[in-house]
């Protein structure tokens, strides 16, 4: 059975979201430099539109298509796991401007 295109975007989105926000945060431990605090913080805000949305058509597609919930299931629980990982990643780097000034 073919899955949703949600799904493929959902975990698309879900796996980017990760990549970019560890490449933003890498970035900024090896520069200091104050242009990627900003980065980070409209990727941070454009993320979580992003994700909110997909989640919502996500949840959508739980309740009322109630086709291959285990698959949207595995989808949500990865755009729900990269809200932890945002929180720990910007806390690196709020510790680490600290630890610096």
Wanted: aromatic share 18%.
């Amino acid at each position: 059975m073919e899955s949703y295109p949600i799904i493929k975007l959902g975990r698309i989105t879900s796996f980017a979201s990760f990549i970019i926000e560890t490449i933003i945060l890498f970035a900024y431990i090896l520069s200091y430099d104050w242009m990627w605090e900003v980065v980070g913080f409209f990727f941070f805000v454009a993320a979580i539109l992003i994700n909110i949305s997909i989640l919502v058509v996500l949840l959508f597609h739980l309740i009322f298509v109630k086709l291959q919930r285990i698959e949207i299931l595995k989808t949500i629980v990865m755009v729900l796991l990269n809200i932890p990982i945002a929180v720990i990643y910007l806390e690196i780097a709020s510790r680490i401007e600290n630890f610096w000034y």
